[in-house]
């Protein structure tokens, strides 16, 4: 779905004047791989960055569900049934879910909730994901919502695991569940294993929402 001029606006308002330049792919020798991340497969965190207001009213919300417990596995171990379940997961979610924005749905610019009426934008699609996998015993330790640059040079919402084998990305935009470094997207930054407090990943300030789609 396309952005309302007024909701681009916003995504952007943190970010003008403190984009950080992006080397060069080429001289880098890389495709998909830019500052801040690892080719084997594993994101770096590059400090603090302010968390989505959204995720913020969310966590307020939903405590349990922004409540981490650091005696949990940081990564999971990525074997047959792990697999099966993370991809059965979102498979379902993505299947179950029709697309809306938030001002359509609610009235607002952003509202990160759980879309149990069946309607949601990215951000609802992966709260879902996550919680279906954590009653499913994943550790929310292991799982990251995470903000990313789209194609489009929009902002846009998936959610990471963390695994023995890289952070792979669950999307509502496909099926296909691949390394973070097999997407189009540009890495901003992800919840941490703090309450509400997310961590950058060293591209770009932080939309202060997420896109519609």
Not at 102 to 122: I, K, L, R, S
Not at 183 to 196: D, F, K, L, M
Request: aromatic share 8%; charged share 20%; with cysteine.
């Amino acid at each position: 779905m396309l952005l309302t001029m007024s909701k681009r606006a916003t995504i952007f308002a943190l970010a003008i004047g403190t984009f950080i330049a992006l080397p060069s792919l080429a001289d880098a020798g890389q495709t998909t791989q830019t500052a801040g991340v690892q080719a084997a497969g594993v994101t770096i965190e590059q400090g603090s960055a302010r968390p989505i207001a959204g995720w913020v009213d969310f966590c307020q919300r939903y405590p349990q569900e922004c409540t981490v417990d650091t005696a949990e596995p940081a990564i999971i171990t990525l074997d047959r049934d792990n697999w099966a379940l993370i991809n059965e997961v979102n498979r379902t979610v993505n299947a179950e879910i029709q697309p809306m924005t938030d001002m359509e749905n609610y009235g607002v610019p952003d509202y990160w909730t759980f879309p149990y009426a069946g309607y949601g934008d990215c951000e609802d699609y992966q709260l879902l994901k996550r919680k279906r996998l954590a009653d499913a015993g994943v550790p929310r330790r292991a799982m990251r919502m995470t903000v990313v640059i789209d194609e489009q040079g929009e902002g846009h919402a998936v959610l990471m695991i963390r695994t023995d084998r890289g952070d792979f990305i669950l999307d509502n935009v496909t099926d296909d569940i691949v390394s973070w470094h097999e997407t189009p997207y540009v890495y901003v930054s992800r919840e941490s294993q703090h309450a509400t407090a997310w961590t950058s990943l060293g591209h770009t300030a932080a939309p202060t929402i997420t896109a519609t789609r």
